[in-house]
């Protein structure tokens, strides 16, 4: 059957294999560009924790001296906290372990206990945060606004 073909009808027998090979590379080529960007992601967000640690830490050290009290060292890491962004719209944020939110960019939640919140999916966010911190740390992954937004983020 083959044989009654011509030559440029059999390799155009090869295009859809080769279409089907070209979109398997480009699925895993993103697949693992999705992936490497997330590693990055993570990577950046442990930098920005340590960086919010250790400005509460030297808020502690003065408590632990004796130069302010615990009302007052808490208050200033706060307000620092509270003024550090990092990217263009990221912002920190605190909750106590009973779901209290001590820092928010939306100043108006600071206070509140946001141990119930959820995302738009029904994922307890606030819960799981607490829980991996209590484990030591990890990566919770929500959807929530950007701050002054309305479209949710993952």
Known sequence: MLKR?????RLMLFIPVLLKSLGALMWFGLATLHQN??????????QHVEVAKHIVEGW???????QLTREQAQHEAREELWR???????????????GLVMVQFNRKL????????TDPTGFPTIRRIIEASRQGG?????RASRAGGTVTDS
């Open 5 to 9: 073909l011509s030559i440029s009808q």
């Open 37 to 46: 960007l997330i590693d990055d992601r993570k990577e950046s967000l442990k």
């Open 60 to 66: 502690y050290q003065k408590e632990k001296s004796g």
């Open 84 to 98: 550090l962004r990092f990217g263009e719209d990221y912002y920190y944020f605190v909750h106590r372990y009973d």
């Open 110 to 117: 600071e206070g509140t206990n946001r141990i119930d919140s």
């Open 138 to 142: 990890g990566f919770i992954s929500y």
